[in-house]
């Protein structure tokens, strides 16, 4: 019986904007290269990726089946991914069976169901 469901998405992270402080003075010195540049990130996954996780938690509700993500644009999830076979996301892996790829909701559940009977 399979009691662990292992998801792999990719966290996209994108630039919500860009400025540069103002120079830093501490009344005597005021100079340009005091001044900071900041960036500001959006973290966000892909609309296939929470997809899968959607379904992923609807199966899952009442089966007593514990289901661990792992987001491979960072480094301990493309090592997991890699030592997995992992390609492309979303995949989840179920005992030895390997669903990847974007899916509809059917055929989701119906590869997840024939993961757990066999």
Known sequence: MVN????YVRRKRTIVRQYTTPPVSD???NHYCLSKQVT???NSLPEADLHML???GEFCKG???KVEIYDVSTLKGRLKASL???TKTPAAIIGQHRIE???TSELLRSRFE???ET
């Open 4 to 7: 662990k469901i292992e998801a």
């Open 27 to 29: 009344g005597v010195i």
């Open 40 to 42: 500001e990130y959006e």
């Open 54 to 56: 959607e379904v992923l």
């Open 63 to 65: 089966k007593n089946i």
């Open 84 to 86: 997995r076979g992992i």
């Open 101 to 103: 790829g974007e899916l």
């Open 114 to 116: 024939h993961a757990l």
